[in-house]
């Protein structure tokens, strides 16, 4: 795909998918996997498949990018992560494994 459209398309729609995933949950804490919940799996399934130009795919990621700048500036979610839990998390997720 990369020869037929000159640039790694399925990398753009996971950037762009990246992108958009990093606001949503800046904004709303919330993450959403499914991208039908969006609306923009159809635009997304696009980019993938090289409908889009590498102009335009760079021109909706530098606005995303502005606009995760913007999301992180008005996030509510604390800057930094308390560590410990997740370590402790992380420890007890092995150990329910058995290793």
Known sequence: MEAK?????????QAIRLLRTGIEILETQKLIVDRRETGDVQELL???????????????ANALYK????????SSLPRSVDREP??????????????
């Open 5 to 13: 459209v000159g640039y790694d398309s399925k990398f753009a729609m």
């Open 46 to 60: 696009a980019i993938k498949s090289g409908e889009f130009s590498y102009e335009e795919v760079m021109a909706i």
């Open 67 to 74: 606009g995760l700048d913007e999301a992180y500036a008005k």
């Open 86 to 99: 997740i370590n402790q998390l992380c420890i007890d997720l092995v150990a329910m494994q058995g290793w």
